[in-house]
């Protein structure tokens, strides 16, 4: 580019008016493109966002009973004060968190074997991880109802965060190999040299320059437990130890007609993975789980 | 690590780096290494294959118990072979299940492809605020299921709600959305889109980012059309991504519970019942553990043919 502009330095203004004219008229025209476009994708997300943005409105819409008038925080504090939301919030936190961080203590080191072991075993385990991804969990579910029930992990939080961190680590263990293929071998061997261990290197020089690999790893465990329902309804048995999606739809059942309440419960759910994705966008921005598939 | 094997391993590496260096020195550093790498590789491999032995090996097993017994969840019962598939496999309900999964995976795959990839062409133009926009595009995918399909229910389920209110408005009648059955499944399945194609956008964002602009260039001074640049171009640009992205999707679609149970149950009159809302029936609702496992176990198999399909088709792309 600089070498073409450098061998014809005079070529803008030489080449005079009619270059500029033609410059003018195309850049107009991508102007015009622009504000077409502009217009068809301002259109097209305010209709796909309607569903959202209905919940968010009711959510702040006074309720049948009350006496307050335009958008008010009445209903959050109702919910909270009158239901179990409370309680809700917090075992969503807590399985959502532990699932996270034990997704990615255990997808990480396993991930580092698929991206660095060169052996007829670890490429079998890698086609097992990607074969039990794509399987139904309804087939584990009743196993492991029966297994877990035995074990007194039925309706318990603990069963369900073994559960959750058991279907990402599928998924999460590709993607952080997909990842560390990213990270070049020369930098481990460096270490080696310096005397490092393999477990050494990995710690220091490969897991310490994965913190976008890690933080996308993370986002996909979390998305995953913060919305899941299927194994939510199968296990969850009690009011107390729900999660927030059990707790919205137990209380959608309820109180159908109070959906200024439901939906202030709805946003409640839905601000985390909002608020995660709006600030950690970028590291997911790839495709995801589509994006870390099909780099491999 | 002491510093003398330090030195005398950096010593070996620099010898066995230089062009003619001595041949067993670096080879018995390698092996070294090697025999630590494998050893380091089984402890850091352990804790997944102990979840995946857990939670996905014992169940399938089990599962395989499961579906060739009669009893109920509490108790295993006696072997009857073949006969809850035969059960399965005889019932319409499943043949009718099968169908509506088909229809369901069709739409939601190819609906939410089209859609996510002219949304991708779309912002891949610079637009003011375009990054503004791909992120709000994305909410469809990232608000939870639980809460959209609230929301969901709010604008169509009862001939009040908002949706049927404007086609009465507009003398086009009140379609019941939930409660017709040809409606109900048209509905789930644009639900389903409308969850999706935020994938589907991310994909194929990814793979244009790839394509290097100058070939459009080249190809219009050549005189291709729009639609010519977009044909022999772009579509063959991403083909590889696609490829996986609708594959990636059928699974997605195959195994969906959620957004077909929460805004309809399965149905009316089954209309929406997929084969998942059918096995969890069968299992939590009629107690029947042999049969719905079955049905899991089938579509478990079919899942099986389809991923390996994937698997071979990246692995045979990213040896390219």
Known sequence: MSAVLHAHPESGPTLGTDAGKRRKTLSEAGQRGRWWRFAAILIITGIVLVPIMVTVLLAFTPGPNSTATGLTFENLSN?????????WLKNSLVTTLSTVVVSVAVAAPAGYVLSRGRSKAVSGYSLLLFVMQSLPIITSVVPLFILFAGMGLVDNLLGLTIIYVGSTMTVATWMMAAYFDSIPISLEEASWIDGCSVFGSFTRVVLRNS????LSTAIFAFLLAWNDYLVAIVFLRSNEIFTLP?????????NATDWTSVMALAVVMMLPPVIVFA???K??????????LAGR | MSSTTTQSGLGRARRGLAPGGSGTAPGKRKSKLSAQATRTFFWLLLPSVVLLVLIHGYPLIYAAVQ???DGNLLQTGNFVGGQNFATVLTSPAFWKAAQFTLWFTIVGVFGSWLVGLGLALLLRTKIPAGGTFKVLLLLPWVVPIVVSSTAWNWLVATPDSLIPSLFRNLGMGTPLFLADPNL????????????????MMMMISAALASVDTTVYEAASMDGASRWQQFTQITLPLIARSTYISWILMTIFCVNDFPTIYLLTGGGPVNATTSLVVLAYRTVFQDFATGPGVAIAFLMT??????SVILYRQIRKSSVE
């Open chain 1, 79 to 87: 919910v909270f004060s009158k239901t179990l939301a409370a309680t």
């Open chain 1, 211 to 214: 913190l976008p690999g890690v």
């Open chain 1, 246 to 254: 059990m707790g919205v739809q137990s209380f959608f059942q309820q």
């Open chain 1, 279 to 281: 600030a950690l966008n």
């Open chain 1, 283 to 292: 590291y997911f921005s790839v495709g995801g789980i589509g994006g870390s």
């Open chain 2, 67 to 69: 579906a060739t017994h």
């Open chain 2, 184 to 199: 109900a499944s048209i509905t789930v399945m644009v639900f389903k889109v409308w969850v999706s194609f935020p994938f």
């Open chain 2, 301 to 306: 198999m079919t899942l099986v043919v389809i």
